[in-house]
């Protein structure tokens, strides 16, 4: 049974000097100077410093276990060949591949070529799940995916409270508008998700309407707060490693109830592009401006003034908004928790917030310098957290099904991809792609599980927020399920692990180092080994239990539920 309280997460320190990385087989050049100490009390002269050649430091080539590790945060779930071509391409010119590959389809694509678009889909959600767990565990752009679900962790709408018809389709959209920036510039993104209908409807902005002088009536305030609360600034503000600045022994707050007021008063007007509701299309294309309700006065926030209404105030809004000192460094350290670790000590945070900040050609919010700091630094690839019992993050139980699914190579012929609405607890994962309830989504940043050792180490576990009794037993029941028998007709292929299967030692290795990235401990080893020992092995007329057995058991055990 999982450990729920079991340190699980990043000691708030510094770890030191950065380890040097390179790509394997490379050399680093150091140079190094020795300085010789000479002459005597009597005043001689000392020697010259003498420079030694340069001594080439070789960076041990990447073992399997270190390119599993790394796919565990940097894809959906790691398989064989992914583990062989990072250690044939190493970390840096994997992420190089992977920034280069362009997207197979997009949802919004898939559901139409899939013949969604039916009138009869008009007021239900049907597709929506099958293209978010279809895509994540089979196509080729891996790390976008892992990116877009951060994003989606970060950026939250959720289909549920999306109230437009042809819900399927506004929420594809969305989803599409996060993957399609992953690689991107933060401010590109921020205003396709400020333009996008299905955002605009969670958020309750599409057709916000100008204040009105003889009612009373204010416009709707909802995005601008989230939109500085949740998605950019945070409530108090950051130093850039992402430590809270005071004032006197209070926190100093970001912004007051007038920047919210003044800030929604640039959400206005936004509306629909086309009225022609037969088709979903209209869901794709950016919101436009009706002049009729939109504000064009001044509109006054975080020390700016915007005025003049339209799409020009909504870019200078979001213009003011990312160049706040706070985005930075609340945007990286939510990235890092939602791919790496749930506590990153300040100085890593520092270094990716500086990052966002200038990418090294003074670009500020380049993505794919945000996501190679964040996966290339010491604390993400160094093994010192191996050994720590409070380093690491609790892996969120849609990313198991993908891991899972990824290993055991699940295909589904008739593309239905039966896995559903996962969000229940007490009979599913307890969480579903894109079916966050709210804006706070399914777990808060910085959570930490009550009276707890991890809060009162000062540590975060935001996962555990929707972690319990019930989620534990339902993941369990539901996992044990599909490792068994599958979704529909989206089965798993265990030919490779029942091949290895009358080694059971072999068969929990090769589970260890693909699913778990071979952070079992030799004793939950050696308790999954014994247990599988314990079936009759595969025979040519009968797979046996072996495969499921030790499948299930390392996907329940403490051990992988915590990447480290």
Not at 157 to 174: E, R, S
Not at 219 to 243: C, H, K, S, V
Not at 342 to 358: E, I, K, L, Q, T
Not at 480 to 494: C, F, Y
Request: hydrophobic share 45%; with cysteine.
């Amino acid at each position: 049974m999982l450990d729920e309280a079991r340190p699980l997460l990043d000691a708030e320190q510094d770890r030191g000097t950065p380890t040097l990385l390179a790509t394997p087989g490379a050399a680093v050049l150091l140079p190094l100077t020795l300085a010789a100490c000479g002459g005597s009390g009597g005043g001689g002269e000392s020697a010259p410093p003498v420079a030694s050649a340069p001594v080439p430091v070789v960076q041990a080539p990447i073992t399997t276990v270190q390119a599993s590790r790394f796919l565990a945060q940097a894809s959906m779930g790691a398989t064989r060949p992914a583990i062989e071509e990072v250690v044939t391409l190493g970390f840096s010119r994997w992420l190089d591949a992977q920034f280069a590959l362009p997207r197979a389809t997009s949802h919004w694509d898939w559901l139409v070529a899939a013949g969604y678009n039916v009138q009869a889909n008009i007021n239900n959600e049907a597709g929506y799940d099958v293209t978010m767990w279809r895509q994540a565990i089979v196509e080729p752009d891996q790390l976008r995916q892992r990116v877009g679900m951060a994003l989606l962790d970060l950026l939250v709408v959720g289909i549920g409270g999306v109230n437009l018809n042809w819900k399927q389709f506004a929420a594809a959209a969305y989803a599409d508008v996060l993957l399609d920036n992953a690689f991107g510039n933060f401010r590109t993104l921020l205003e396709a998700v400020t333009t996008n209908a299905a955002m605009a409807s969670f958020l309750t902005f599409l057709n916000n309407r100008k204040a009105n002088p003889n009612t009373g009536a204010v416009p709707d305030e909802n995005y601008a707060r989230e939109l500085m609360q949740l998605f950019t600034l945070g409530l108090y503000q950051l130093n850039m490693d992402g430590t809270v600045r005071m004032n006197g022994s209070v926190p100093a707050e970001t912004y007051g109830q007038a920047d919210v007021s003044g800030l929604a008063r640039v959400f206005t007007g936004l509306t629909l592009a086309s009225t022609d509701n037969t088709t979903p299309d209209r869901y794709r294309q950016p919101l436009t401006v009706n002049p009729a309700i939109n504000e064009t006065g001044a509109a006054s926030f975080l020390g700016t003034n915007v005025s003049g209404g339209g799409m020009a105030a909504v870019r200078a809004a979001l213009d003011a908004i990312f160049a706040h000192s706070n985005v930075p460094p609340f945007v990286s350290k939510q990235l890092i928790q939602r791919l790496v670790t749930s506590n990153p000590s300040p100085a890593y945070v520092g270094r990716v917030a500086a990052m966002f900040a200038d990418n090294g050609s003074g670009t500020r919010g380049d993505m794919k310098a945000v996501i190679r700091a964040i996966l290339l630094d010491p604390e993400a690839r160094g093994d010192a957290a191996l050994a720590s019992g409070t380093a690491g993050r609790l892996r969120d139980p849609a990313a198991r099904l993908t891991g899972w699914a990824r290993f055991a190579k699940v295909s589904s012929p008739t593309n239905a991809w039966a896995f559903g609405d996962t969000s229940s607890q007490s009979g599913r994962l307890g969480q579903s792609r894109g079916r966050s309830p709210t804006v706070f989504n399914f777990f808060r940043p910085g959570y930490g599980p009550p009276a707890s050792a991890i809060t009162e180490a000062g540590l975060v576990a935001p996962e555990f927020q929707i972690t319990n009794e019930q989620s534990v037993v339902g993941y369990v029941n539901y996992m044990q399920g599909l490792v068994a028998n599958g979704a529909g007709d989206a089965k798993p292929d265990h030919a490779d692990l029942v091949a290895r299967a009358a080694d059971a030692g072999a068969l929990v290795d090769e589970i260890n180092l693909v699913l778990a990235a071979g952070q079992l401990s030799p004793a939950t080893v050696a308790a999954i080994r014994a247990a599988v020992e314990s079936a009759p092995a595969p025979t040519p007329t009968a797979t046996g239990n072996r495969v499921p057995i030790a499948m299930l058991l390392t996907l329940a055990s403490p051990d992988y539920l915590v990447l480290r």
